[in-house]
């Protein structure tokens, strides 16, 4: 731990506290983040995208603590048929995870992959490095040159069942880096499920190439821990009519900064982006959005919504970049908090840049109170005032989760906020 | 079963006084109408008796079969029996129909230290009186009042006074952007409801309403007060003369 001898260059402090050796196929791809991140430095608050969080507690060489959370309930996603990838404090737990195996995909730990993955090659660091510009991303930069493990995932025909990279937090001062890619071959479609805390700090990438026609689903819920920190990022390139769809469900958490860096490259090619999250006091969750339109004809969607209490703060950074060329672009962007108080907090940047000029775009941001109206036609049917509060709380993240196509997957989620509202009360 | 004692009511912020004396006695199986000009104060009458924030009562009491209303949190007194049928019904997208009425049958049962209804069993309930009242299983799915049509919304009412069973219900302008059609649907919903251990109080502002609901009472109310009581045929004279006459009379 020679990082505190180099207090002066945080920077230098992070690398030295998570030095990896380089080696075999993913060696130069690291390197070359390396000297990016060197270039550019871990952000600090004079950052344009770093002014509505502090990101000091993500850049500093060592995780602050975070004390672990007793979950009693079923595992999320516990009932459906799904191959299980399991990672304790970031470390792969070959005991609690299926076979790696799965008809018409290819699965390799990045830790272990020895020999030369040329699709692999193709994607790890290089749609992180290609999502750097014009905006910087330093912690990405950081955990592809510093990752200690993850997922490679290479889809050559559908799967029958979806992936699920389940994350348990069991130190309160584990701090992991896990870098995932995944390569969809044209026509094919996958499911991605993560759920659970990580680690006292995560700091997580994803790279996602998705071929042409093909079909990426991604859910994700990030844990109920209060104290942990989360950084992550998913970056994706979107091949000819392809689907890209994100869902994360948040509650809790101290820190999360959540970015989706997104480049629609082929023609009629679709990208939802939506999250729900529920903070109460200590709460502060950043998601920032970047979508760039570069093919014509596609569509894209940001729908995010915050339930936010007690001093919780809700910040959201989503830009649409709609390029020259990419004509009949229909981007949708969306971001609202509900605020349950005068201490809560949200943050809204909506960003639109436009260079073609046969495009639809909209966007809308909103801030407001739980409707009293609505509150007291409930009441008045003899529903309590905590029950029709989390009634109105529920139909008001309603509109995020409905981006879930899958009517299970949608329905687990809502029963699960459910639950949850409920018992933030009891 | 709902008694009404010298009423007199104020806007919270403002110093504004809304209702100014109002006594009202609704016997068990009695309909009773009040009819009124704009702003005489029906409206505000149904809300302070149901509990809507921002009136301030400065006088007076409101019991319902003796148990004091004002007292009581809107829920309380809406599983003491009490049942107000909105005007203007509230959209709450994401919560569906079905989920917002059982909620709000096992809420007052709860309430009322009353055995919970099973899914199943509410179900069977519920298909049986929106039949009735001819909501489709689309109407009870979607989300609470989202997209449906005046008089969808207005028979969604009625529903939920079916599946409650108040012992005292209010109806406030239930007529308002109804076709006849719609109104004689919804007028036979409430007929159904009418019954020995029940009252009603219909707020309206035509006596058409009254054709399909019989009142035993009408009540006229201007500036605060009721101001003449009688039998139906008094909604008939105001059908025909306006309220002038009545107000000049009274005056």
């Known amino acids: 731990m020679t990082a505190l001898a180099e207090k002066t260059d945080p920077t230098e402090a992070m ?31 004079r950052d344009e995208y770093w002014k509505y969080t ?104 559908t799967p029958s069942k979806p992936i699920n990279l389940i994350y348990t937090h069991n130190s309160d001062t584990s701090d992991a880096i896990l870098h995932h890619c995944i390569k969809l071959d044209p026509g094919t479609e996958v499911t991605l499920l993560e759920n659970g805390p990580a680690a006292a700090r995560f700091n997580k990438v994803i790279e996602v190439e998705v071929g042409n026609t093909a079909s990426f689903n991604h859910i994700r ?31 809790n958490g101290v820190m999360t900064r959540n970015e989706v860096v997104l480049e629609l490259t082929g023609d009629d090619a679709k990208a939802h982006v939506a999250g729900a999250c529920v903070g109460d006091g200590e709460f502060h969750h950043d998601d920032t959005v970047f979508i760039t339109h570069d093919a014509v004809n ?62 639809i775009c909209s966007h809308g941001s909103t801030s407001g109170a739980i409707d009293e109206d609505a509150l007291f036609y409930l009441r008045a049917r003899g529903i309590s005032k905590g029950d029709a509060t989390d009634l109105l709380t529920l139909s008001f993240l309603a509109e995020a989760v409905e981006e879930i196509e899958a009517e299970t997957l949608k329905e687990e989620i ?10 933030r009360r009891s | ?66 148990i004091d209303l004002l007292e009581m949190e809107p829920e309380e007194r809406a599983a003491a029996g009490l049942f107000l049928a909105f005007q203007y019904p509230v959209e709450i997208p994401g919560v569906g129909n079905m989920t917002f009425l059982r909620t709000a049958v096992n809420s007052q049962l709860k309430a009322r230290g009353e055995e919970e209804m099973s899914a199943a069993e509410f179900l069977k309930v519920v298909r049986a009186k ?27 009412e009625i529903l939920q006074m079916a599946m409650l069973e108040p012992k005292m219900c209010i109806l406030d302008e239930t007529d308002s952007g109804l076709d006849v059609d719609a109104m004689k649907l919804v007028a036979e919903g409430v007929n159904a ?30 500036d605060g007060r009721i101001v003449k009581s009688g039998g139906p045929e008094l909604a008939l004279e105001v059908e025909n003369n306006g309220y002038a006459d009545i107000l000049a009379e009274v005056a």
């Open chain 1, 15 to 45: 690398i030295t506290a998570h030095s990896v050796t380089f080696s075999g196929w993913s060696k130069s791809a690291r390197e070359d983040a390396l000297m990016r991140l060197r270039k550019m430095g871990l952000p600090d608050r």
């Open chain 1, 54 to 157: 502090r990101p000091d507690s993500l850049t500093q060489a060592t995780a602050p603590t975070a004390a672990i959370f007793q979950n009693d309930e079923p595992p999320l996603f516990g009932e459906m048929d799904r191959l299980k990838i399991v990672f304790v404090d970031g470390v792969f737990d070959a005991a609690a995870s299926d076979d790696l195996a799965l008809e018409g995909i290819t699965i390799e730990r990045l830790a272990t992959a020895q020999s030369d993955l040329h699709w692999a090659r193709d994607v790890y660091g290089v749609l992180e490095s290609h999502g750097q510009s014009p905006v910087a991303r330093p912690l990405a930069a950081l955990n592809t040159a510093l990752a200690t493990d993850g997922v490679l995932i290479h889809v050559s025909r």
């Open chain 1, 221 to 251: 819920a990030q844990g109920r821990d209060h104290e942990r920190r989360a950084a992550t990022h998913i970056f994706g390139r979107l091949g000819t009519e392809s689907e890209f769809k994100s869902f994360t469900l948040t509650v």
């Open chain 1, 298 to 359: 596609c569509e894209s969607r940001q729908v995010f919504k915050k339930v936010l209490r007690n001093g919780a703060v809700g910040v959201f950074q989503g830009k649409i970049l709609v390029k020259a060329d990419a004509q009949k672009t229909d981007g949708y962007q969306i971001s609202q908090s509900l605020l349950l108080d005068e201490d809560s907090q949200f943050l809204a940047k909506p960003e639109l840049e436009i260079y073609a000029d046969d495009v």
């Open chain 1, 414 to 423: 809502l029963e699960r906020l459910t639950g949850w509202l409920a018992r």
């Open chain 2, 1 to 66: 079963m709902l008694n009404i004692k010298n009423l007199n009511v104020k806007l919270d912020d403002e110093d504004k006084q809304i209702l100014k004396g109002v006594d009202l006695e609704i016997k068990g199986g009695e309909v009773h109408a009040i009819m009124g000009p704009n702003g005489s104060g029906k409206s505000t009458l149904s809300y302070v008796l149901s509990g809507k924030d921002g009136y301030e009562v400065t006088e007076g009491t409101a019991t319902l079969e003796g």
């Open chain 2, 130 to 156: 929106a039949k009735a009242l001819k909501i489709d299983a689309d109407m009870l799915k979607r989300p609470v009042n989202m997209g449906f049509s005046g008089g969808e919304k207005k028979r969604n």
């Open chain 2, 193 to 222: 409801l009418r019954s020995e251990g029940r009252g009603f109080l219909v707020i309206t502002h035509y006596q058409r309403l009254l054709d399909h609901i019989k009142p035993d009472v009408v009540h006229i109310m201007a």
